[in-house]
Structure formats: C-alpha cells, structure tokens
C-alpha cells in the first residue's frame, strides 16, 4: 500500500495561516512527521490559499527538500501553471505524483504532456463532462476511457491511479459500496493502479475514524494500492497493520508486533 499523506492542505486553517506567513519550521515538521509515520509521498495542496497558488506551491516545495533530501511529492492542484511550476521547483531526490486529472479534454490536454516531461505518476479521477459517477459501472467506464487516451500519448499504464471518487455515506448509502465494486473492475483493464482520498466516505457522521479505518480495510481487500490519508491519526495506522498482517503481506505479523510494542495501535 502507497501512503499519501494528506495534512499539509490548504482547506486546513492552520496550514493555510502557515503558507500566508511562511512559517518553515510549521510546514517542515508537517512533511517530516507524516514520512515518520510511514508516508511515501507528501501531498501538497495550495488551492485555496488567498495569495497566488503558484508562488505558495513553489515555497511549500522548496521548504520541504530544503529538509528532506529524498522526499516524493504529490502535487494536489487541479490548475495546470500551478503543477508546472511545481514539477520545475522540485529538485529532490525522491518521486513526483500529479493529483489529477479527470476524463476532461481540457484538464488532460493541459497535464497529461507535464506527466511525460517530468516522468511523474498520474491520479486520474473517474469523471468526465458528465459530472460525478455514480455506479461502479460509471467509473469503470469513465477509467477504461481516460486509460486509453493517455497510453495513446505514450503514457505508461503503470504510473496511473485511478480515484474511483468515494462520497459520503451519510447522503448517499450506495456509494461506499459502488466505490468498492469499482476497485477489482479497474485494476482488471491492465497494470493501472487505484487510489482514494479516505476521509469523504465518514463526512457528515460522528466518530469519523470509525468508519475510515473500516472503510480502509474494506478497500484494501478489494486491491485498493494507494490511499490519501493523514498517517499520523491511530485509528488509520491501526487499520493499515491489521489488514497488511490479515493479507500476509506483513509475514508472522512482525511490523504489526512493532508498531504495538512503539503504541502506534488503538
Ligand atoms: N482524491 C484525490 N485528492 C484529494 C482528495 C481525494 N485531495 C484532497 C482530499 N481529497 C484529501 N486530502 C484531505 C486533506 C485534509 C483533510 C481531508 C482530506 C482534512 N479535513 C478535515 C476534516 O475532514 O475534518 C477538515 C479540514 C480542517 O481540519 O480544517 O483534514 O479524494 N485524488
């Protein structure tokens, strides 16, 4: 499983009064906590900072390879000046992540070529024109057409993560399970990869953590490979050992015994 972490978004407060200041050490510590906590890629998301997305991008990234060497980068912005400039500020020794684009002409015509220049891995959400899926069947057919426009371009199938896009469960009791038929239905159109950003499932419940970290195991056991959450929230963590040793990918349970033995686990 690929470890996104998620916390340093600007639709936090505390993040987006960070990047106005240009507090370093906030931002910094951000990064390095969350890659302690077993993040491989640091998502970084400027959207909706009041200044200029493309100059806090550029300072967010510099800040955080001025510290980690080899950190990977996962460049949330759906504004394609903002990707670029990230992908040509970032000089780290690690691996970059385009967070996304969707079936939409416009927004693959514009970040698809960034892909392939920069050699970096692609986030594909499952809509088009057409707005939001809604069935397995929607998003399956929404990812069968993004995959073949981008490996006409040359894109490698191997670099794609397709999002198939979970809504809350609280307005909408469907989704959860038509996300999780989505998952096996994707991974079968060849080598591609699936993703999700975890906390939409629980939005508008109480005790939101309950439903992630179950949301989570059940996505990983439908062939889930990549998920965008904070690594640092133990009800996640503890979802994330318990299914890796229930799927023997974590062999007589030994990380599972260590992060209990470290107090990771609820
Ligand atoms: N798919 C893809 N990218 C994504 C998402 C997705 N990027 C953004 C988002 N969804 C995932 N990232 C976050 C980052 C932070 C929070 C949630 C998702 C977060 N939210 C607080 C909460 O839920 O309580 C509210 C904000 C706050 O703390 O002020 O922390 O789905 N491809």
């Known amino acids: 499983m690929l470890i996104i972490g998620e916390r340093i978004n600007s639709t936090k407060q505390k993040v987006q009064e960070a990047i106005k200041a240009r507090n370093a050490s906030f931002i910094i510590n951000q990064a390095v906590s969350q890659a302690g906590a077993g993040a491989d890629f640091i998502d970084v998301n400027c959207a909706v900072t009041s200044g200029d997305e ?53 927004r693959i015509k514009n970040i698809l070529p960034l892909a392939l220049k920069y050699n970096a891995k692609l986030i594909a959400l499952t809509m088009d024109e057409n707005g939001m899926p809604d069935t397995a069947q929607d998003r399956f057919e929404a990812a069968r057409k993004i995959l073949e426009r981008v490996k006409n371009a040359g894109f490698k199938e191997e670099n794609i993560y397709f999002d198939s896009l979970i809504r809350p469960i609280s307005t909408e009791p469907k989704q959860a399970g038509e996300f999780l038929k989505s998952i096996p239905m994707i991974k079968s159109l060849g080598k591609v990869n699936t993703i999700c950003g975890l906390s939409n499932v629980s939005y508008g419940l109480p005790n939101r953590q309950t439903i992630n970290s179950a949301f989570l195991a059940m996505a990983i056991q439908a062939g889930l490979d990549a998920a965008i959450l904070d690594p640092l929230d133990s009800h996640v963590a503890s979802s994330i050992a318990a299914s890796r040793a229930l799927l023997c990918d974590d062999e007589y349970c030994t990380d599972y015994i260590k992060a209990f033995r470290e107090g990771k686990l609820i």
């Open 54 to 106: 493309i100059q806090d991008i550029d300072w967010v990234i510099s800040v955080i390879q001025s510290e980690m060497k080899d950190v990977s980068i996962c460049i949330d912005s759906p504004n394609y000046l903002a990707i670029d400039r990230a992908l040509k500020v970032y000089k780290a020794n690690g691996k970059l992540m385009i967070n996304s684009i969707t079936g939409e002409e416009a």
